[in-house]
């Protein structure tokens, strides 16, 4: 299998709708009265979810990229306090930040001098580029399923 191939699959698993349902998608027709809905026995908001997501991958793409890394702390540092709220304001803020960083790591998959499979020289435990992506694709498939099927336990998907 090519390189080219391989960073072209690495770019679809990220971006493109595959064998589950995009952000877009997941978020499509979204009433603004539930971006604070907790859902039934769950401990965080419709918001509060998406917002993981960008913290989350926001995280991966800065230990790919940035020497000066700083671990975050699990889990306080990749959620947003269980009282805090958002607005269509801050809910498009979200999108769009989650959208700019995962653009930022396709750019890092599609440049041809990115080594995806040699450890990440600040990193610890031989980690490398190709692992965290597979992280990134993994855990926002992961989630935005999650939210897709907790939309259908509030009730809120307009079709």
């Known amino acids: 299998m090519s390189e080219t191939h391989i960073r072209s699959?690495?770019?679809?698993?990220?971006?493109?709708?595959q064998a589950h349902m995009s952000i877009d998608d997941a978020v499509k027709n979204f009433p603004a009265k539930d971006f604070n809905t907790r859902p039934p026995n769950v401990e965080y908001?419709?918001?509060?979810?998406?917002?993981?997501?960008?913290i989350t991958q926001l995280d991966i793409l800065d230990?790919?990229?940035?020497?000066n890394y700083k671990e975050l702390e699990w889990p306080n540092d990749y959620w947003p306090a269980k009282d805090a709220t958002t607005d269509a304001a801050g809910w498009n803020k979200t999108?769009?930040?989650f959208h700019a960083d995962l653009d930022e790591l396709v750019a890092i998959v599609e440049d041809p001098s990115t080594n995806l499979y040699s450890p990440i020289a600040h990193?610890?435990?031989?980690h490398t580029i190709f692992r965290e992506l597979l992280i990134v694709a993994d855990h926002n498939a992961y989630h935005i399923?999650?939210?897709g099927i907790l939309r259908q336990v509030?009730?809120?998907w307009q079709r």
Do not use: A, I
């Open 123 to 126: 990193g610890s435990g031989g």
């Open 63 to 67: 230990y790919c990229r940035n020497p």
């Open 9 to 17: 699959q690495l770019v679809n698993m990220l971006s493109k709708q």
């Open 95 to 97: 999108l769009s930040q």
């Open 154 to 156: 509030v009730n809120n």
């Open 145 to 147: 399923g999650e939210f």
């Open 45 to 54: 908001t419709f918001w509060h979810l998406l917002e993981h997501l960008r």
